[in-house]
Structures are given as structure tokens and as C-alpha cells.
């Protein structure tokens, strides 16, 4: 049984008044619940304030982005036993922003996820492709790609603590959900590429979530998918209305 998975990815948004509100909302209207996870990833300057103010509950907080290297003259990032630090059991990694805006490669994927996994921090890794490539029928070898690499040198155990994360590039922020069709036909070809490199039972045991353009208004139609066990929120999960009732739509 895979419970579903809410996360919140604020990105770089939200002023520190106004980030510690937001978790206050959350903490304070979504109850406790065993049917779903929820996990709140605010900008890394607010982490230390959102884990103390979700510290007694289930709520989950996790990073956006985390370096592969644990310490360093590395001007400008945060390791991952910084994040483990603050509190935080789970870290995005290889969103298609920093892929795309920032140029991070499969390889530093691969290295993040694993530096996040050496830290006790549920590396959540994102893959998906963008609208050129899937009009050129290549979301599947994208996918297969992104996933490969980044489970390079995983093994069983490695890959019981990690969420992958599906988001088409051309949903994101773009208002254009993928149908849920489109997306469980994705969702059960990460599942197959799991099957392949371990077994069934890590293959039905992993979460795959879906992100891009999720709504209170969609979620019903997503997470009714076989393969679909949760969403990552960028622009909906700002307002605890509308992540709120993401929330409950997940579970
Ligand atoms: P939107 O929900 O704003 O499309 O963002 C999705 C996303 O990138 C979550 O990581």
C-alpha cells in the first residue's frame, strides 16, 4: 500500500513573514493524517523556521536542491548534512528548472541524490521532459535516461528511500496539466524501468508522483491513476487553501 505524498515546492517565493504563515496554516488545518503524506519544501532560508514551527506533527520539510559535496569552499550552496541539520528529512533533486536553468546534468543528479541518501534525507528525484521532446516522441528514452542516471549505482536498499517525481517540463507553471492518462502511461514506465533494475516488490512499493500545473480542481482526475501516488505543488501549494484542499484531494 503506497501512501500518497503532498509536497509543496515554493520555489523562490514567499517573504520570511509570510513563509511562516503558510506553514502555520498547514500545520494548524491539516490534521494529522495516516492516509497522506504531506511535505513542505521552502526557499533553504526559511528551512530552520518552517521545521521548528512543524516539528511536533507529520509534517515533513525538505530542501529544494542539495550539493553532492558535504562541506567546502563551495560559495553559495548547502550540503546535505546542513539540511539533515535544520531538520529536514527529504531534499527535491534535479527539478527541471535546475536542469534547465541552471545546466545541472544526470551526473550531478546522480551525486546529489546519493549525497542526500549518505544524510538520512529522502531524496525526491525529479524527471520529465521538455514539449520539443515529447512532440519528437522522445518522453520515453528522456525518462528512461533521467531515471538510469539517476539511480546509478543504487541498489535495493538505496532505492526504498526515494520518491521519484514526474513532471513534463511543458506543465510547469504553464497551467497546462498533463491529462491523467498521459501521465499514468509515464508513472508506469518509471515503474517498469524499476521492475527491470530491482523487482516487483520495489517496483510497486515506490512512490511516483506527479508535478506540473496541479490545482485543487485536477488532483481528483491524477491521483485516480493506478501509478500516480501523489503530487509536487509549485504555484498552488502558496495559498494554504488551495494546498489544502490538494492535501485532501491526495488523500
Ligand atoms: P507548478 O505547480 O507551479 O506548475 O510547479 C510544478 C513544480 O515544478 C513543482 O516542483
Request: aromatic share 6%.
Amino acid at each position: 500500500m503506497r501512501i500518497p505524498l503532498a509536497a509543496g515546492n515554493w520555489k523562490m517565493n514567499l517573504s520570511r513573514d509570510e513563509a511562516i504563515a503558510l506553514a502555520q496554516a498547514i500545520k494548524e488545518q491539516a490534521s494529522d493524517s495516516q492516509r497522506v503524506d504531506v511535505l513542505l519544501c521552502p526557499p533553504a532560508v526559511y528551512l530552520d523556521a518552517v521545521c521548528k514551527i512543524v516539528e511536533d506533527t507529520l509534517i515533513g520539510v525538505g530542501s529544494q536542491d542539495v550539493f553532492w559535496q558535504p562541506e567546502g569552499a563551495y560559495t553559495g550552496e548547502i550540503s546535505a548534512p546542513m539540511v539533515r541539520g535544520m531538520g529536514c528529512s527529504y531534499s527535491i533533486v534535479g527539478h527541471s528548472e535546475r536542469r534547465h536553468l541552471f545546466g545541472e546534468t544526470d551526473e550531478e543528479v546522480n551525486w546529489k541524490v546519493k549525497a542526500a541518501q549518505q544524510n538520512d534525507l529522502t531524496p525526491i528525484l525529479c524527471v520529465g521532459e521538455l514539449l520539443e521532446e515529447r512532440q519528437a516522441k522522445q518522453t520515453d528514452k528522456v525518462i528512461t535516461r533521467q531515471v538510469e542516471a539517476g539511480l546509478e549505482d543504487l541498489d535495493a536498499d538505496d532505492v526504498l528511500n526515494l520518491i521519484i517525481a514526474y513532471e513534463p517540463v511543458w506543465a510547469i507553471g504553464t497551467g497546462e496539466v498533463a491529462r491523467p492518462d498521459q501521465a499514468n502511461e509515464v508513472h508506469g514506465l518509471i515503474r517498469s524501468i524499476l521492475q527491470d533494475r530491482y523487482d516487483t516488490s520495489i517496483s510497486n512499493g515506490m512512490r511516483i508522483i506527479y508535478g506540473g500545473s496541479v490545482k485543487p480542481d485536477n488532483i481528483a482526475g491524477l491521483i485516480a491513476q493506478s501509478e500516480i501516488d501523489g503530487a509536487l505543488v509549485g504555484g498552488a501549494s502558496l495559498k494554504a487553501d488551495s494546498f489544502l484542499e490538494i492535501i485532501e484531494g491526495c488523500a
